[in-house]
């Protein structure tokens, strides 16, 4: 399953997300996770008068019923993107939380240099606190997205991020066998 922190129409990080089947090994199945974006802004209030929306447990049940999760999303002010941020808070508050013991690949384009990177390490350390288990390397930091993919289709066009991201699924698909109890 895979999870996009952006909603922009011409999203990189959407592009890189839309290209993670066809980079994926043999035997492994990405699609995209339920949209994220209809969800309230997280309050305790809310949760206590009226619940969890509905919205928001069916992608928490969706990543729960999922063997692994990639997360692909832009950086925003040095951190993570604050939908995708409520979204996980909001699935951190099911009985059954999503993310505990749930295998997590993380990427990130982003139009600078760094390319996403503090973003992924605020998102390592949440996710931890609700105790996914992150997938180490490759990491994938896609900096500078604007030369990575076609400026008309936006198809991931450039070589060696296609070969760290497939050498990233490759790696992935092994840790979630181990996990799972089936390597
Ligand atoms: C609110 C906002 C904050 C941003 N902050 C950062 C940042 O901290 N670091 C960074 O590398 N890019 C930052 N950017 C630029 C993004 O890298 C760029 O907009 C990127 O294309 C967003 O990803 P997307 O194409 O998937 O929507 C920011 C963009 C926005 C809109």
Redesign the pocket.
């Known amino acids: 399953m895979v999870v996009c922190g952006?909603l922009?129409k011409?999203?990189?990080?959407?592009a890189l997300a839309r290209a993670l089947p066809a980079l994926a090994p043999d035997g492994m199945a990405i699609k995209p996770a339920p949209a994220w974006d209809k969800f309230p802004v997280y309050n305790n209030d809310l949760e206590d008068s009226a619940g969890i929306p509905a919205e928001a447990v069916a992608w928490g049940d969706a990543i729960r019923s999922a063997d692994g999760v990639v997360i692909v999303s832009?950086?925003?002010?040095?951190?993570i993107p604050g939908g995708l941020k409520n979204a996980i808070d909001w699935a951190s508050r099911m009985k059954e939380v999503p993310f505990k013991g749930k295998p997590v690949a993380l990427q990130s384009?982003?139009?600078?240099p760094?390319?996403?990177a503090?973003?992924q390490y605020h998102l390592r350390q949440s996710l931890t606190s609700i105790e996914a288990f992150l997938f180490g390397r490759p990491e994938i930091f896609v900096s500078f997205?604007a030369n990575k993919f076609d400026a008309n289709t936006l198809d991931l066009t450039d070589q060696p991020t296609i070969d760290i991201v497939k050498q990233q699924l490759a790696g992935f698909e092994k840790f979630i066998r181990r996990l799972n109890g089936k390597a």
């Open positions: 952006s922009r011409k999203s990189y990080n959407a832009p950086e925003y002010n040095w951190s384009c982003a139009r600078g760094l390319g996403g503090r973003m997205s």
